[in-house]
């Protein structure tokens, strides 16, 4: 299926080396290999793969390809100094797209080697619009496809949900057991293993790292790190709460959310609020990487313990406030008070069964999939 990045990343090719990341079967080989079959010849090598990785340490590839895909090259020694100088020395017109996941993602933030030589795109999950635009189905059929598959292709495009259920077993497994090993020590799997399973039942809440603590008998330092883990392997992300003094945000809790909606438990709420967060994650991300904006997702929370469930910032400035619902229409307290306290920013609350949507004051009451499907990606 056609992802929303792939004629963003194909016009920026000519100009500079794209980086892309995001997880593992996320799906950045298959839109790699789509944008090799545009070119007039490609060459994709993974680092991985033996033969492919003797031709990557000679540079051996022909000097004729008009597309060079790397794929993993993260896992060689040196390699950022040996990227820069493939960069300055390919030939004039000879693209250059550079894929993988977590060590990837670290040196995409802060890029020193190729500084000025490089776009960066972060690929995510599939969103309702991405779906609605690939299968035609409507907001709704689409949503609760995702609801129930999540978004990574494979469980998504499977025949059946006991396919897709398969797979997401295997796949936690494997990336908890084989990915982990770059950031951690064998021994560490399964306390980790332990520390995702404990995730899975608290998406949405403010993460207390003590009280986790105390239960798995894992001091809270060991379970940053941790998290920290998760986060690189994009197995999670962290959703800070908004406050201006950005050191002041960081010292409150973080909300935890997976990548993979399917890996949720607690019910029809919980799942939905992370399909919304991994989508608002997503239209926060394209408008970093395609429009150049400084974009980021936070929640709202007082001292009296008011909260939103997501707030969308731009610039430094508050654009959205987003509470979801399952079925309750009835406007959200905290939010018809953030909607006075901030009356230039978009309060919206978005519901899965709505039977009519309103404007409430400042409050809109809308559709939760047709909302979904009219993000940026």
Not at 88 to 109: H, I, K
Not at 232 to 248: D, E, G, K, S
Not at 348 to 356: A, H, K, P, T
Request: glycine share 6%.
């Amino acid at each position: 299926m056609r992802r929303s990045i792939e004629p963003l990343i194909q016009a920026d090719l000519p100009r500079k080396l794209v980086l892309l990341t995001g997880p593992r079967q996320v799906g950045k080989t298959t839109l790699a290999r789509h944008l090799g079959k545009a070119a007039e010849s490609a060459v994709y090598l993974n680092w991985d793969v033996p033969a492919d990785r003797a031709v990557l340490q000679r540079q051996s590839w022909p000097v004729s390809s008009r597309l060079l895909v790397f794929d993993e090259i993260h896992k060689m020694v040196g390699w950022k100094s040996w990227l820069k100088g493939v960069v300055d020395g390919r030939p004039a017109g000879q693209q250059l797209l550079v894929t993988g996941s977590a060590r990837m993602e670290t040196f995409r933030q802060s890029g020193d080697s190729l500084a000025g030589r490089y776009f960066a795109y972060r690929l995510h999950p599939v969103s309702v619009r991405e779906w609605c635009e690939a299968t035609q189905a409507t907001p709704q059929q689409a949503l609760d496809h995702l609801l129930q598959r999540g978004g990574f292709p494979e469980p998504c495009l499977a025949d059946d949900a006991i396919q897709a259920e398969r797979w997401r077993a295997q796949y936690l497994t494997d990336l908890v057991r084989e990915d982990v090993l770059e950031f951690s020590r064998v021994q560490e799997i399964g306390a980790m293993r332990l520390f995702v399973e404990v995730l899975r039942d608290r998406v949405g809440s403010p993460l207390s790292l003590a009280s986790i603590a105390r239960d798995l008998a894992i001091s809270p330092t060991t379970l940053q790190r941790y998290l920290d883990i998760l986060r690189a392997l994009f197995i999670v992300f962290t959703v800070q709460p908004w406050h201006r003094n950005i050191a002041r945000a960081l010292l409150q809790s973080p909300k935890v959310y997976f990548f993979d909606t399917g890996l949720v438990r607690g019910g029809d709420g919980p799942r939905l609020e992370n399909a919304v967060a991994a989508m608002l994650l997503k239209h926060v991300h394209w408008l970093c990487d395609a429009r150049g904006r400084q974009a980021s997702l936070h929640y709202v929370r007082t001292k009296d313990g008011a909260e939103v469930d997501f707030a969308v910032a731009e610039e430094g400035e508050l654009t959205q406030l987003v509470e979801c619902k399952w079925a309750d229409p009835h406007p959200h307290r905290a939010l018809t008070r953030f909607a006075v306290d901030f009356p230039q920013v978009q309060a919206v609350q978005i519901v899965r069964e709505l039977r009519q949507e309103e404007d409430l004051g400042r409050v809109q009451i809308r559709h939760a999939a047709p909302w979904l499907a009219g993000l940026a990606a």
